[in-house]
């Protein structure tokens, strides 16, 4: 289910976890070659994301 990011915040290995509408969190990681998500390394990136929709797998589970 699509649910929009409200806030980031650091994991304990200091890694961005975005803080979703629903409750719920999910690792926005920036670890290339595997994950491209330049974004999320500086401050305006992640507030352009600010809204963005993600697939939220914990809401997805409750259907």
Known sequence: MKRAIVGFH???KEDW???L????QQHVRHNPPWQIREWVTTEVGRHNK???LLNCK???KKL
């Open 50 to 52: 600010l809204g963005y």
């Open 58 to 60: 914990e809401c997805d």
């Open 21 to 24: 509408e629903c409750g719920h």
């Open 10 to 12: 650091k994991d304990e």
């Open 17 to 19: 976890v975005a803080d």
